[in-house]
Each structure stands twice: as structure tokens, then as C-alpha cells.
């Protein structure tokens, strides 16, 4: 570890001198800035004009950035940013670059206005990285929990093609589309999960405090009189709910565990996945919202200019479900071997025809990530049918489920009653 010294601003604007531990200039910029300071000047001890710091000073700087690699807290510090913020930011920088201010000077406006701590830390840490002469891709990939591949493959080749700015707007375009998608399968999904859960907790009420009080009724009435089957086994679903709700937990707990821990094994996770994409509603939403990822990551990719083997393995790692993933790993191989994309693709049985036939339209044409692209606009739309359609389908369906849920009970419990108002009216008969 060096020694430098340092002249920096603190949040109040008044100059502070000192020196830091640092294992090189950046890593001590890095420090200062943690620790809530502006450098003006950081040069290693002995090379700089740094007059000796004050106690009260040193320890300062000592709480407030050394801690900071090594605290307690810190190990659980927040350390990625939502798609959302890092949307935005794409968009911002995008515009700023395309206006034409250099890349440093862009990304330090919008550190100082950058509201997300972590995001904000991340930037400074690219523009102290840029400033000491690295690519802006290889300050991105210092930051795997921030950037991911594709983001950052896509930068370097816009490095390399002397056109960030068109790339970091084709990134913001990927990013804004591909926010819009997941917003809509996670509404659509969360519809139906919803009343699901308002079922059960509603179910779980009535047996566990309405049934008992009727099950009391029904035996000083009835007096041992046999209770419509339909009663006996809402009554018995009561009982066991409430002597064995412990037990019930348990079970309950068991399934979510063993399904987590299924979803983790390459097995698990295949059988999962291929459920989801066969399931009748959701399967055919999973199937075109995985469709529209894939055609627009790995058009964009290979618009923007990444090698179409080197494209094809950043689509697999984000396609988002193993069985897609199987089939884009298959078209990898075939072109690694100079074959065409379109058997595999056919071969895996996740792709329609349609798109096979677009696919195989945009190769026999040399205008491949055009068609892809094509293929995303496509199924947007399509996913947005789909979702339009299953919510209008799941409406009625949930309905009739909670109805069906509720209805079923109180039909069970009005059965018996019916028995004793007839024994009352003949009793006051006679």
C-alpha cells in the first residue's frame, strides 16, 4: 500500500490536505470520494504539496473512508441497482454523448446528479477508471453485479466501431422494450396470484373460526343426527386445519424448500421450465415473451457489431429459461461448425414456424439482425395479446373460483341448518 497526499473539498466546500492509504491513485480517489470529499489533487507522498493534516482531521478521514472496505455493515450493503435506474442512466448518457460531450465530462454530470448511492458510487468509479486511461468497457466490467455481459459487449464493440453513442441508444431502446415486457407478464401474473391468495386466506378464516362455532350448533340441534357428507368433510378439512395447523405449516414449508432446492439442479430447473412453457394460459405467454427476448438481444447484439458466436452466448445466458437456453447453445454449435441456424431452432421445438421461416428469410438475405429485430416487434405485440387475452380469460375464472371457495362452505353449513329449522316447525306443530 502507498502513501498519498491528497487536497480535496468537503460536502460544505472548504479545502481539506492530507494523506491517504491507497494501493494506487484511483483506489485513492475511490477512498475520498467515499468518504464524502471532492479531490482537487491526489499524488503519491513525497511528489505532492500536502502540509501535515490535523488529528481531528486524520481521524475523520480514517472513520469515514477505511471503514468503508472493511465494516461490519458494509458486508451487507445494497450492491446492484434495479434495470430501471440503470435504463435511465443508459438514456442519459446516450443523450449527453450523442449532444457531444466527451465521455468523462458525461459521466461526472451525471454523477453529481445521481440520486441512487450505489449507482452514483459505480459512476464515479468508471469516470476515475476512464480518467486513468482504461476503456469504458473495461471500467464496466469491474462492475459484474452492475453491467451485465451483454451490456458490456455491446459497449466494446461500439468502442471498437467508433459509435457508442448509436450503441448506448440501441442499449436504452433493448433496456426500455425489455423493462415494458417484463412489467406486462408481471402484471399479468400478478393478477391471478393474487385473488389466488385472497381465496386461501378467506378459506383458512372460514374454517378456522366460522366452521367450529356451526359444528357446535349442529350437535346440540341435532343431537347425534348424521350431517350431510358434504358437511362431515368441510367440518373434518376445520378440524384438522386447526389440531394439526403446525402441521399444515410445516408441509406447506417443506414444498416451497423442496421446490427451491429442485429449481437449483440443472434437472429441477429443466423440468421447471419445460412446465412453464407447456402449462395451458401461462405457457404460451412464457413462450412468446422468451421468443421477443431472445430475437431482440441477439439482434441487437449483432447490429451493434459483437461477433455472432460471442453474441449467441450472451443470448443463452439471459434467455431466462433453461430449455430456450438448450436450443440457442444447439445453434451456437451449428454455426461454430459453419451450419445454418435454422435447424436447430426447428429441431428444439420452442420456436414456431413463423419465426423459423423469418430466420431463415434474414440468413438467405445476409440481413439476419434485421429479421430478428423484425421478430421482437412481432412478438412485443404478440405479448401483449396474449396478456390482454389471459387477463380477460382469468377474470371470470378467478371469480368463479372464489365464488366456487366460498360457496361450497356456506352451502355446507346451510345443509344441516335446513335439517333443524324443519325440526323446530315440526316440533312447534305438533
Same mark, same amino acid.
Given at each position: ?10 460536502? @460544505?466546500? #472548504? ?14 480517489? $475511490?477512498?475520498?470520494?467515499? /468518504? =464524502? ?10 511528489? $505532492? ?16 473512508? %477505511? ?38 465530462? =458525461?459521466?461526472?454530470?451525471? /454523477? ?20 486513468? =486511461? ?23 464493440? $461500439? ?39 385472497? /381465496?386461501?386466506?378467506?378459506? %383458512? ?20 343426527? %348424521?350431517?350431510?357428507?358434504?358437511? #362431515? ?34 434437472? =429441477? ?8 412453457? @407447456? ?30 458466436? #460471442? ?8 434467455? $431466462? ?25 426447428? %429441431? ?37 395479446? /396474449? ?34 329449522? #324443519? ?8
Amino acid at each position: 500500500m502507498a502513501r498519498y497526499e491528497y487536497i480535496a473539498l468537503d460536502a @460544505r466546500g #472548504q479545502e481539506s490536505r492530507g494523506v491517504i492509504e491507497a494501493s494506487n491513485q484511483n483506489d485513492a480517489v $475511490g477512498q475520498l470520494r467515499q /468518504a =464524502g470529499y471532492f479531490p482537487t489533487t491526489v499524488a503519491e507522498e513525497g511528489k $505532492g504539496v500536502a502540509p501535515k493534516q490535523s488529528k481531528q482531521q486524520k481521524k475523520a478521514i480514517a472513520q469515514a473512508a %477505511a471503514p468503508r472496505a472493511k465494516g461490519g455493515l458494509s458486508l451487507f450493503a445494497r450492491k446492484t441497482i434495479s434495470s430501471k435506474v440503470l435504463m435511465i442512466f443508459t438514456r442519459q448518457l446516450a443523450t449527453l454523448i450523442d449532444a457531444g460531450l466527451p465521455l468523462l465530462r =458525461g459521466l461526472n454530470v451525471l /454523477a453529481k446528479q445521481e440520486k441512487d448511492l450505489v449507482l452514483k458510487n459505480t459512476i464515479n468509479s468508471l469516470a476515475d477508471a476512464v480518467q486513468g =486511461g482504461s476503456t469504458f468497457s473495461e471500467s464496466m466490467a469491474q462492475h459484474p453485479k452492475v453491467f451485465t455481459k451483454l451490456y458490456i459487449n455491446m459497449v466494446k464493440a $461500439g468502442e471498437l466501431g467508433g459509435v457508442l453513442e448509436l450503441v448506448l441508444n440501441r442499449l436504452a431502446e433493448f433496456q426500455e422494450k425489455a423493462q415494458k415486457i417484463k412489467n406486462k407478464v408481471v402484471s399479468a401474473m400478478a393478477y391471478p396470484m393474487v385473488v389466488l391468495f385472497i /381465496a386461501v386466506l378467506i378459506m %383458512a378464516f372460514l374454517l378456522t373460526f366460522i366452521v367450529p362455532k356451526f359444528e357446535q350448533i349442529f350437535k346440540d340441534m341435532l343431537g347425534g343426527q %348424521a350431517l350431510p357428507p358434504l358437511t #362431515q368433510f368441510v367440518i373434518n378439512a376445520s378440524n384438522l386445519l386447526k389440531t394439526n395447523f403446525l402441521l399444515v405449516g410445516a408441509v406447506i414449508a417443506v414444498i416451497v424448500i423442496g421446490f427451491n432446492l429442485m429449481a437449483r439442479t440443472k434437472g =429441477g430447473r429443466a423440468a421447471i421450465d419445460r412446465f412453464k412453457l @407447456r402449462v395451458p394460459v401461462f405457457g404460451d405467454l412464457t413462450r412468446k415473451s422468451s421468443i421477443s427476448r431472445f430475437s431482440r438481444t441477439l439482434g441487437t447484439l449483432v447490429t451493434s457489431g459483437v461477433p455472432i458466436l #460471442q453474441a449467441l452466448n450472451i443470448t443463452r445466458d439471459t434467455a $431466462g429459461n433453461v430449455i430456450v437456453a438448450e436450443a440457442i447453445n444447439k445453434v451456437h454449435d451449428a454455426v461454430k461448425e459453419g451450419e445454418s441456424i435454422v435447424a436447430p431452432l426447428e %429441431a428444439s421445438g420452442v420456436f414456431p414456424p413463423m419465426v423459423i421461416s423469418m430466420v431463415d428469410v434474414g440468413e438467405e438475405t445476409g440481413q439476419l439482425p434485421e429479421m430478428l429485430l423484425k421478430i421482437a416487434e412481432v412478438y412485443d405485440d404478440e405479448v401483449d395479446n /396474449a396478456v390482454e387475452a389471459m387477463t380477460s380469460m382469468l377474470e371470470p375464472i378467478m371469480i368463479v373460483l372464489l365464488a366456487l371457495i366460498v360457496g361450497t362452505i356456506v352451502i355446507a353449513l346451510f345443509m344441516p341448518l335446513i335439517t333443524i329449522i #324443519q325440526n323446530l316447525s315440526g316440533g312447534t306443530g305438533g
